[in-house]
């Protein structure tokens, strides 16, 4: 810097100020040189801002006006490419053609664009070449030959170079990888590596087992590999199928139906192969389809017996004596070399041994009687051994249905209370009857009372349906004396032969109001039905388990050792109660307990062990028969039967023996003892006169006062 004010007398002083002054640049306060204390970068800072300044050295004052100037600078060639997103990795279909662009790839340099060549990049290709090549200029990577194979390489690695200066010598470089997949097309079809596949499975093979595998081979990956398997033709039928496992590659080969050695011992078919996706693009390099030849080979084994039907229905009437016949069954071997067989029955299915088999024919028979009315079925498990293989054994269920024959005969169809009023009118349904049958019958019965037995006060009526209604013959139950009266009742099936029982209803007269409501009724247990043996034995039995027991309780009460105490033999209502305070008099009835001296309460009243009382009231609560208003005018007789025979019926009605206990009435009673331990033998003397003393004892007294005929001294006042 220099200013014309200065003329070489060293008055000037230069000042720079700005941007890097005193630390880039410095000036010469003297001349004004200004120099680079430092190396520059121009991709740090293209250009700096300074102030320059002329000053008096001595005064300061400006010799002149500051002045502004810049420096810039200068680029040079010190900054090789760069790529910017390394390394770099891309895919392209397999067979595509030349030209068909993979990625691009872009560098970047520092210096300046806009001066000389330093920025200007060219793109070539180091290695990778021929599969590909790069555009000099964009940097983008493209197919350099056609028809690239996946299946022989599958990837490349390229190497591409950024060069400055225009690609010149002299300019600086830059390079980057780029690896290249090729992407898998369906250009492959499916192939068998073998023309004739062989599988050999046993007969007794269950449907759905594996056979084998049937495996194509397709070079491609992914779905274009993917493959279906299906059967052409051949005598396969539907005894075999074949399937593509989960993968999608191989055919899985299964049984479809049962195997038999003796009607087929091999099955030949073809099997086509295909894949399921197809590109049209590639169709000329089909067909994507292969066949091939499938033979199996079907091996023996020594079977079981198998019957000719599954299961046996059969039947039988019951009642049959035994070895009756039932039915067959007949089994076979299937094998080649028969063998013999044996019938047996599993013992688990006829526990009871009802059934019996001939072992070398398969008749089934019976053991025993049988009873359709215990069990209308029976269900047993019929098994053929092979003689010569006992290992070799097969079972068949047989259901055997019991015929019904008419061996029942009729009954009610339960038990019966039928009661009618003492005001029934002729004709009146007291009760309807239904009738049971435990044979298979068409419900036809026939329902009567015999008429030798009847006594002329009911008569029944067939409905015809399995039913009977009981109906009232005539309308004076009222006057009758008695309280049951028993129905005989004949019933007969329809079968043949037909059979019959009798019954007997018990019929309970009642008194019932108008509208038919009943008041009061004896009623009975039911119909009397007869009993069967069974039943009478067990009544016996009971009869004389009863005995027995009160022949061990009468021989322990005489063999029972005298107690050790005179106490412990003693009634508790005999035990003296000793208290310790005297009593209150006859106004103290709180006192003391006397429930000691009353009858226990128990809950037996009556029967073996505690017979009833007959010197106490009944200690049952008292509930007065309903009585029911009298229709005017009033039949004198049938009143006077009706009340009689409530009184009868009535358990707290007297007459009835009682004891009436009385309490002490304690030692301050001025009545003082009225025991006659006490008195003389002679009665009453001179010294102790009783008369009119008596008025003088109370209220209480005055009937025995007048008993005994004392004079009353004073006028006693009426309580």
């Known amino acids: 810097l220099h200013t014309d004010v200065d003329r070489g007398e060293g008055r000037a002083k230069y000042i720079l100020t700005g941007e890097g002054a005193g630390s880039v640049f410095v000036i010469d306060e003297k001349t004004g040189n200004i120099h680079v204390t430092k190396s520059l970068d121009r991709e740090e800072k293209e250009e700096y801002i300074l102030l320059a300044q002329a000053v008096d050295k001595v005064t300061l004052r400006p010799l002149e006006p500051p002045s502004q100037f810049i420096i ?3 680029d040079i060639n010190d900054n090789p490419p760069v790529f910017l997103h390394p390394p770099y ?7 595509s053609n030349v030209g068909t662009s993979v990625i691009q790839v872009t560098a970047s340099d520092a210096d300046d664009p806009t001066y000389g060549n330093s920025a200007r990049l060219v793109y070539t290709v180091l290695e990778g070449q021929p599969y590909f090549s790069v555009d000099p200029q964009t940097g983008v990577i493209r197919t350099a030959i056609p028809n690239m194979d996946r299946e022989t390489q599958d990837e490349f690695l390229v190497v591409i170079q950024a060069k400055d200066m225009g690609g010149h010598v002299g300019g600086l470089s830059g390079s980057t990888t780029v690896t290249v997949t090729l992407t898998d097309v369906n250009d492959n079809p499916p192939k068998f590596p073998q023309s004739l596949y062989q599988f050999t499975v046993l007969e007794d093979t269950v449907p759905g087992s594996l056979i084998g595998r049937l495996r194509a081979h397709d070079p491609d990956i992914g779905e274009n590999a993917e493959m279906s398997y299906s059967i052409l ?6 005894t075999f199928s074949v399937m593509v496992d989960a993968v999608g590659q191989d055919g899985i080969l299964r049984v479809q139906k049962p195997l038999d050695f003796e009607s087929r011992r091999s099955f030949t078919f073809r099997v086509e192969v295909m894949n399921t ?14 066949v091939t030849t499938v033979r199996i080979t079907v091996g023996d084994v020594n079977e079981p017996p198998y ?8 039947s039988v009437q019951e009642n049959l004596p035994p070895g009756t016949l039932v039915g067959v069954v007949e089994a076979r071997d299937p094998d080649l070399q028969s063998s013999s067989l044996s019938y047996s029955i599993d013992p688990l299915s006829d526990p009871e041994a009802l059934f019996s088999i001939d072992p070398e024919d398969g008749t089934i028979g019976t053991s025993t009687f049988l009873d359709r009315e215990i069990k209308k079925e029976h269900s047993i498990t019929i098994m053929a051994t092979e003689n010569d293989s006992p290992s070799q054994v097969s079972q068949v269920g047989v259901v055997i249905q019991v015929l019904d024959i008419n061996d029942n005969p009729p009954t009610l169809a339960e038990l019966y209370k039928p009661h009618v009023c003492d005001n029934a009118q002729p004709g009146q349904i007291i009760q309807t009857i239904k009738v049971k049958d435990a044979d298979v019958e068409n419900g036809v019965f026939s329902i009567r009372s015999p008429a030798a037995a009847s006594d002329g006060n009911f008569t029944i009526q067939d409905n015809k349906d399995g039913s009977a209604s009981l109906l009232v013959k005539h309308s004076s139950f009222w006057r009758s004396q008695r309280d049951l009266f028993l129905v005989p009742i004949e019933i007969t099936d329809s079968g043949d032969p037909p059979l019959s029982s009798t019954d007997t209803l018990t019929v309970s007269l009642c008194h019932c109001e108008a509208g038919g409501a009943v008041l009061t009724c004896h009623m009975t247990t039911g119909s009397a039905a007869g009993l069967s043996t069974p039943a009478l034995l067990a009544i016996l039995a009971c009869a004389f388990s009863l005995l027995a027991l009160v022949s061990l309780f009468y021989l322990q009460r005489r063999h029972k050792p005298s107690p050790l105490s005179l106490c412990e033999d003693e009634d508790i209502r005999e035990n003296i109660i000793t208290y310790d305070d005297e009593g209150g008099g006859e106004q103290d009835t709180q006192a003391f307990d006397m429930s000691a001296l009353q009858p226990p309460q128990t809950g037996l009243t009556g029967g073996f062990f505690h017979p009833p009382r007959m010197d106490v009231l009944p200690r049952v609560p008292h509930q007065p028969a309903p009585r029911s208003p009298q229709p005017a005018p009033v039949d004198v007789q049938r009143f006077l039967a009706l009340r009689l025979r409530e009184a009868e019926r009535d358990p707290v009605a007297p007459p009835y023996d009682s004891i009436q206990v009385y309490g002490f009435e304690g030692g301050g009673s001025s009545a003082g003892s009225l025991s006659s331990l006490t008195s003389g033998s002679g009665g009453v003397g001179e010294d102790e006169p009783i008369g009119d003393d008596i008025w003088e004892w109370g209220p209480h007294f005055r009937t025995l006062a007048e008993i005994y005929g004392a004079k009353r001294r004073n006028s006693i006042p009426e309580d």
């Open 72 to 74: 810039k600078v200068q």
């Open 233 to 238: 033709d051949g005598d396969a039928g539907d």
């Open 89 to 95: 990795r891309a895919s392209v279909p397999e067979m």
């Open 277 to 290: 996706v197809i590109d049209p693009q590639y169709i000329r390099r089909g067909p994507f389809k292969d």
């Open 307 to 314: 019957f000719s039907q599954d299961p046996y229905i059969l």
